[in-house]
T-cell receptor, first 114, second 116 residues
Framework: ETGVTQTPRHLVMGMTNKKSLKCEQH?????MYWYKQSAKKPLELMFV???????ENNSVPSRFSPECPNSSHLFLHLHTLQPEDSALYLC?????????????FGEGSRLTVL | AQTVTQSQPEMSVQEAETVTLSCTYD???????LFWYKQPPSRQMILVIR??????QNATENRFSVNFQKAAKSFSLKISDSQLGDAAMYFC?????????????FGEGTQLTVNP
């Protein structure tokens, strides 16, 4: 596989469930990102990891817990979510934080919280 | 704070014709990058074109070109000879150069429809 792969593509969960989103990049990049895309709103940066270290947390509620075990994998652990957390969650990567600014995105995980 | 504004929620164009998508931004930085990303129904965001603020020459990528007006803080995208595959949501984005790649600010997007 090439590029940035996200699984699952669709996820439906109740407010008391615990689930995880997975992102894997095959580009040899060292920086990975989580973005939230809600309808009628600009993309919101959630977390940034550079060489496995979290470099940015954009005031995200603790019910979202990121994990970056290595530069190729990024997880977003979800627990006790709210209906307003329903959105498309996009993972992206870049060679490192900085550079030309171009991000490479996955296809996203569509999350519905009931 | 930096903001990016796309004033056209929806646009449509006839196949083979030209369409221009508008974007304005607000920043106090002097050096930065501007981008246009495309998000087709498959949802994967793809970079269309990038402009460096210190370069006066407008960027061009095949049928896609930009009109970058730094003083006016305007960054429009022109799509020439529109094709059905150009139908997508288009996002304008900005990042200051010193933190590029970690603080991309996006506009709300413009949904482009291409009519056959």
């Amino acid at each position: 596989e090439t590029g940035v792969t996200q699984t699952p593509r669709h996820l439906v969960m109740g407010m008391t469930n615990k689930k995880s989103l997975k992102c894997e990049q095959h580009l040899g990049h060292n920086a990975m990102y989580w973005y939230k895309q809600s309808a009628k709103k600009p993309l919101e940066l959630m977390f940034v990891y550079n060489f496995k270290e979290q470099t940015e947390n954009n005031s995200v509620p603790s019910r979202f817990s990121p994990e970056c075990p290595n530069s190729s994998h990024l997880f977003l652990h979800l627990h006790t979510l709210q209906p307003e957390d329903s959105a498309l969650y996009l993972c992206a990567s870049s060679p490192h934080v900085g550079g030309t600014g171009e991000l490479f995105f996955g296809e996203g995980s569509r999350l519905t919280v009931l | 704070a930096q903001t990016v504004t796309q004033s056209q929620p929806e646009m449509s164009v006839q196949e083979a014709e030209t369409v221009t998508l508008s974007c304005t931004y607000d920043t106090s930085e002097s050096d930065y990058y501007l981008f246009w990303y495309k998000q087709p129904p498959s949802r994967q965001m793809i970079l269309v074109i990038r402009q460096e603020a210190y370069k006066q020459q407008n960027a061009t990528e095949n049928r896609f070109s930009v009109n970058f007006q730094k003083a006016a803080k305007s960054f429009s995208l022109k799509i020439s000879d529109s094709q059905l595959g150009d139908a997508a949501m288009y996002f304008c984005a900005y990042t200051p150069k010193e933190t590029s790649g970690s603080r991309l600010t996006f506009g709300e997007g413009t949904q482009l429809t291409v009519n056959p």
